[in-house]
């Protein structure tokens, strides 16, 4: 294995690259037909770290404008493999998204989690991040009560 992983942004047509992932990178398997999705949509960006040819950690945002409001930076998820984690991985993933957050003319970029996520609490405020007190709400679309 290589010492440490390459961190970038992926450009549109590098849909390809997200043949080979960790088990543990994203919550899910990727689907091929919500990837090209993702990939066809300029606001949608992913970061990754890539080691020996290998996707180990991910953090995927959106850029977005309101009526009112300059374009912001809506961080979703970051994850990275369990066996590197602690390693500034995440700092590095995290990095890249805000500088092209920055890139794009947002004024600021936003992102959750879990109360008791301590680690992640720790890194967003190493960046900077300011915690602010909210409750999310997550409404079901699916028909299901």
């Known amino acids: 294995m290589s010492a440490a992983p390459q961190v970038r942004l992926l450009g549109r047509d590098e849909i390809a690259v997200l043949e080979r992932v960790a088990a543990d990178v994203f ?12 990939f066809a949509d300029p606001r949608h960006h992913l970061a990754v770290a890539v080691l020996d040819g290998e996707i180990v950690g991910m ?7 309101h009526p009112d409001k300059p374009p912001t930076l809506w961080i979703n998820e970051v994850g990275v493999t369990a066996a590197l984690r602690r390693r500034g991985i995440a700092r590095q993933l995290m990095d890249a998204l805000l500088v092209h957050g920055r890139a794009l003319g947002c004024s600021e970029a936003w992102v959750a989690t879990e109360f008791d996520n301590t680690a992640a609490r720790g890194l967003y405020a190493a960046l900077g991040g300011q915690e602010a007190p909210m409750l999310a709400v997550a409404l079901p679309l699916d028909g299901a009560d």
């Open 59 to 65: 953090a995927s945002a959106l850029h977005y404008v």
């Open 27 to 38: 919550d899910q398997p990727i689907d091929p037909r919500w990837a090209g999705e993702f």
